[in-house]
């Protein structure tokens, strides 16, 4: 989750100066006359979209947290997703004519990037829909359209798969769910994240759903008050179950008092990319694990 908390500290702003652009709509990207093929990819995110649409042979460079897939890791690495971990002159070394970013981390580059003609895609994917936009807008601007439109698909099916799952469980109410990000200050997942937009379709309900924030600081006491059914973290946030369970003040929580705290992939989890899907499919299944009937 420490690659999660890069972008949530991130000073975000949209400066709208590029050539090949993106926001939440692909309305508002110009498609490039020429296919790209010197790409370097500056998130693991990226990095799997560009694979997924069939785009891969035409990466030079990614950053060295791009590890799916594994063939990812063969590509040169540019530097980290975190934009102090790379240099311009690092992305320029490559000779890319295309270059994917990510809004509110690489903003600084658009305006020298473009100055040296080569064309850039921010990504601002806070909705699984807007995920989806970006796959079949990248495959579009690639000369893959129609490994997009396969992508999407797949996907889609993959939604309705785990909302399928979760009705099995034939629950009275929709659990209560606390995600942790952080702890210093606590953090979770509001609604202006597509990850509210997994837990739904796992069929279960974020205790801080109703805030409009990607990744609210919240208070102790609340998570405390809001007493959630099952609790998540990911697995590279340095913690581990008994570290809940050590929480005095969390005795009495519904999920300590059943065991239902679940540590998460981080990466499938956490990346606004092609296994959106699948991490619903994952969530769905702990869902089953806590609450199904014996």
Not at 167 to 185: D, G, H
Not at 214 to 241: G, M, Q, W
Request: proline content about 4%; aromatic content about 10%; glycine content about 4%.
């Amino acid at each position: 989750m420490k690659r999660l908390l890069v972008s949530v500290f991130a000073f975000c702003f949209i400066w709208c100066s590029a050539e090949v652009f993106a926001f939440a709509k692909r309305e508002s990207v110009k498609t490039q006359d020429a296919v790209p093929s010197r790409i370097v990819s500056l998130s693991p995110a990226a990095t799997e979209i560009l694979f997924a649409v069939g785009a891969q042979d035409q990466i030079v460079a990614r950053t060295n947290l791009c590890n799916y897939p594994k063939e990812a890791e063969k590509i040169p690495a540019v530097g980290g997703f975190d934009a102090k971990l790379f240099s311009l002159e690092n992305i320029i070394s490559f000779n890319p004519d295309f270059v994917y970013l990510t809004d509110g981390m690489h903003n600084h580059l658009i305006e020298p990037l473009t100055s040296y003609g080569i064309k850039i895609y921010v990504s601002k994917a806070n909705s699984l829909n807007d995920v989806l936009e970006e796959i079949q807008t990248i495959a579009e601007i690639t000369g893959h359209k129609e490994n997009g439109t396969k992508c999407v698909e797949s996907i889609r099916k993959e939604f309705a798969q785990a909302q399928e799952e979760t009705k099995k469980l034939n629950l009275a109410k929709k659990p209560a769910v606390y995600w942790e990000i952080w702890n210093a200050p606590y953090m979770s997942i509001g609604s202006a994240s597509f990850l509210n937009e997994i837990i739904e379709l796992a069929g279960l309900n974020n205790i801080f759903g109703t805030l409009n924030q990607e990744y609210p600081v919240v208070s102790e006491e609340t998570i405390i008050a809001r007493n959630p059914d099952l609790i998540l973290f990911a697995s590279d946030a340095n913690l581990s179950k008994e570290d809940f369970m050590k929480r005095g003040s969390w005795k009495n929580i519904a999920a300590l008092k059943n065991g239902r705290i679940y540590c998460i992939d981080a990466d499938l989890m956490t990346r606004p990319g092609p296994r959106v899907g699948k991490a619903a499919l994952a969530l769905s299944e702990i869902a089953k694990q806590a609450f199904e009937e014996r």
